[in-house]
T-cell receptor
């Protein structure tokens, strides 16, 4: 079964500094997608960034980048120049494309990021 | 576009009662799913659908039923509510494939007493 591991239950970062949130995954499928979602205290799930298993370059979206190391099965989220509004729960997720998975999305347990002023 | 809508936002049930959580999307997405979120557990998949008339179980399906008669709607039925079903429930939809992000509804906070 596929599995997503986020080993940092909580992280603290100073405003304007960069922070890396860790994510490792376990799958034997060649084709999959990796996603990061943000959940602020208001509760909604916000899509941040996507990385495909066949993508040669790391994904970037504004201040978010994904450090994708396929051989290590890791997909860490890097937030540059942290802002107070970045304080939230962050979830890593994976979507498989084969093995009868029907594209199910599997989530990690999340990392709670707190940005200090 | 309204995106993914869920009703109600909050609900309190007594043990043994039944109810239906509503979910609708207006993006013509084939794929719809229901998750529950519990503290420290992330989001866990309850049921999903890859198109009208096609549903399947996820990771935690017991105590829940779904059906999908139209592309737009994907209701989740609690057959006989139990305190263990106290949770936040999210509905999501997407195009079908590994590269597409899921769009989430705002969630329903359910308390079973």
């Amino acid at each position: 079964a596929q599995k997503i591991t986020q080993t940092q239950p909580g992280m603290f970062v100073q405003e304007k500094e960069a922070v890396t949130l860790d994510c490792t995954y376990d799958t034997s499928d060649p084709s999959y997608g990796l996603f990061w979602y943000k959940q602020p205290s208001s509760g909604e799930m916000i899509f941040l960034i996507y990385q495909g298993s066949y993508d040669q370059q790391n994904a970037t979206e504004g201040r978010y980048s994904l450090n994708f190391q396929k051989a290590r099965k890791s997909a860490n989220l890097v937030i540059s120049a942290s802002q107070l509004g970045d304080s939230a729960m962050y979830f890593c997720a994976m979507r498989r494309a084969s093995g009868g998975s029907n594209y199910k999305l599997t989530f990690g347990k999340g990392t709670l990021l707190t940005v200090n002023p | 576009n309204a995106g993914v809508t869920q009703t109600p936002k909050f609900q309190v049930l007594k043990t043994g009662q039944s109810m239906t959580l509503q979910c609708a999307q207006d993006m013509n997405h084939e794929y719809m799913s229901w998750y529950r979120q519990d503290p420290g557990m992330g989001l866990r998949l309850i049921h999903y659908s890859v198109g009208a008339g096609i549903t399947d179980q996820g990771e935690v399906p017991n105590g829940y039923n779904v059906s999908r008669s139209t592309t737009e709607d994907f209701p989740l039925r609690l057959l006989s509510a139990a305190p263990s079903q106290t949770s936040v429930y999210f509905c999501a939809s997407s195009l079908r494939g590994p590269t597409y992000e899921q769009y989430f509804g705002p969630g329903t906070r359910l308390t079973v007493t």
